[in-house]
């Protein structure tokens, strides 16, 4: 184990500053104090060094995948540069003007109801991570209470023809997160719509439990390999796979039911002899660069199973 964490020391100051926090228990000043090196080296500094004048990266808000400013910024987000950086805030207040507006009115009202999920809780986890406070965050937190699945999670095909019957993995984790990250943000006294959303939280946990994560409920088959559920591929983009589902269940402290071993024993499964784990896939689009080469050993994806797995045995899973 040592010889891993050296490996993963190794690395960006995105994976040092992780795994000096979550598998080296460092104290908070050194591994904070690697944070703020985000912003100055590696993987963040080259992704900060490419924003536009007017806040944006790659040309777009949403588009091109994965260059625009919605994909950098969730990027940085996984790599975490501090949250008061006043370029991912700047970044952040673009988005949210320009997919949806500039103030809670009708017209913002409008554009979120017809926005994608996936989209409105990519937006939730930005504006919550960088700090963005205003009437708009609060609007987006109710649109996705309102929009939920009759089974728990959501699905951003739910207005189109023909409607959904089921919630899609992908977009619930879209919008988890982004709930996740306001809850996180907020005091615990915050009042009903907290709690509201920690109860859609539950519900759509208790949907994925149905799922084992990446079965079907009715079969116990893996749902349709196309979808990828099993590969454990990084960055996430707007993807589901089962890694990403561990990292939630670890994250929002609901990662002792049995029913998450069978994705245990899949990550487990996909462990190389030198214990490290490869980067298997990525997503088609373009990219400023490659963190990391497909086939190769993946300091993210080695650095996050490694994190789910320390939290399972303390759980005694």
């Known amino acids: 184990m040592d010889a891993i964490i050296d490996w993963l020391m190794e690395g960006d100051s995105a994976i040092r500053w992780q795994t ?3 598998l080296l228990d460092a104290p908070e000043t050194e591994w ?8 100055e080296t590696g993987w963040g500094a080259q992704l900060l060094a490419l924003q536009a004048p007017d806040g944006s990266w790659g040309g777009g808000i949403y588009s091109p995948k994965w260059i625009s400013t919605t994909y950098t910024l969730l990027l940085l987000c996984d790599i975490g540069i501090p949250s008061t950086s006043s370029a991912g805030q700047c970044g952040t207040q673009l988005v949210l003007d320009r997919m949806l507006g500039e103030t809670c009115d009708a017209g913002f009202m409008q554009k979120l109801a017809a926005c994608d999920r996936c989209v409105v809780g990519m937006i939730l986890q930005l504006a919550a991570y960088f700090q963005i406070e205003d009437e708009r965050v609060e609007a987006l937190v109710e649109n996705l209470l309102n929009e939920r699945m009759p ?7 739910r207005a189109r023809s023909p409607a959904p019957h089921h919630s899609s993995f992908h977009t619930t984790f879209n919008v988890l997160e982004g709930l996740r990250e306001y809850v996180e943000q907020r ?4 009042g009903d719509l907290y709690s509201a959303v920690l109860e859609a939280e539950q519900g759509a946990l208790a949907m994925m439990l149905a799922h084992r994560l990446f079965k079907s409920h009715r079969t116990g088959e893996v749902i349709d390999p196309k979808k990828k559920f099993t590969v454990l591929a990084f960055p996430y983009r707007w993807h589901y796979n089962v890694l990403r589902g ?20 899949l990550l487990q499964a996909q462990r190389r002899q030198d214990e490290r784990w490869p980067l ?18 993946s300091r993210w994806v080695t650095l996050r199973a490694l994190r789910v797995l320390r939290v399972l045995r303390a759980l005694g899973a």
Do not use: H
């Open 20 to 22: 000096m926090r979550d």
């Open 32 to 39: 904070q104090a690697e944070r703020e090196r985000t912003l």
């Open 151 to 157: 089974d728990g999670g959501w699905n951003c095909r």
């Open 187 to 190: 005091d615990t006294s915050a």
């Open 246 to 265: 561990l990292e939630y269940f670890v994250r929002a402290g609901a990662a002792s039911d049995p029913r998450l071993q069978d994705a245990i024993d």
């Open 280 to 297: 298997p896939y990525k997503f088609s689009g373009k990219v400023f660069f490659d963190m990391e080469r497909v086939g190769k050993p």
